[in-house]
């Protein structure tokens, strides 16, 4: 009997084999009841945690994300390329004004040249002129010759009676007259000239004033 029940006595199922396992798919955690995730309830490892498993897809926006993103990239463009208009036209006003600058200077420098040279033939013509020596062709020259000097911007200034300014009179004989009350010029030498507001030369004068 031993034997027939020992023998008859039936060993478990998958005896010696691999140990049966199985996966929980369900949804629903049945100790807490919550939802479970979709990947865990089907028994998905999913990505590790902390990686943005979008991360990886290469794709270009569309749509209108491209197009402002274009929009935005042309208007950045449009911005460098004022500036630098911007820069560029400053740039050549500054040099076209300073140009300006430059020539006006070399212009008044040239006429003051030439007054200069000229002012020995002037101062002679202007003694003829005080002594009523200047008559005929040569009046009408002295005449030209002052239209031509008043183009260029050249002033003949000094006259008798006018007050005594040192800034523009040089006084060559001062005689004192107890009427008077200001320094005035009371004989012109040699006239001054000035081109605009500089001095070429002072007028020589002789001046009268108070005591």
Known sequence: ??????????????????????TDKRKVDPTSGEAREA???AGDQGEPEGVDPLAALDFEPEGEAAESAEVL??????????DALQRERASFTNYRNRSLR????????????VLAALLPVLDDIERAKQHAELSGPMAAIAEKLDASLARF???????????????????????VDPEATVTTVAM??????????????AARVGVVGPE
Do not use: C
């Open 1 to 22: 009997m031993t034997d027939e029940n020992t023998q008859g006595t039936p060993e478990p199922e998958g005896s010696g084999e691999t140990p049966f396992s199985f």
């Open 39 to 41: 990947s865990r309830a």
């Open 73 to 82: 990239a042309a208007k950045a463009e449009a911005a460098q390329h004022l």
């Open 102 to 113: 430059d020539q006006e200077a070399a212009r008044t420098q040239g006429t003051q040249d």
């Open 153 to 175: 911007g050249i002033e003949r200034f000094g006259a008798v009676g006018e007050e005594f300014d040192p800034n523009v009179h040089e006084a060559l004989m001062h005689n």
């Open 188 to 201: 012109v030498v040699e006239p001054g000239y000035r081109i605009g507001d500089r001095v070429v030369r």
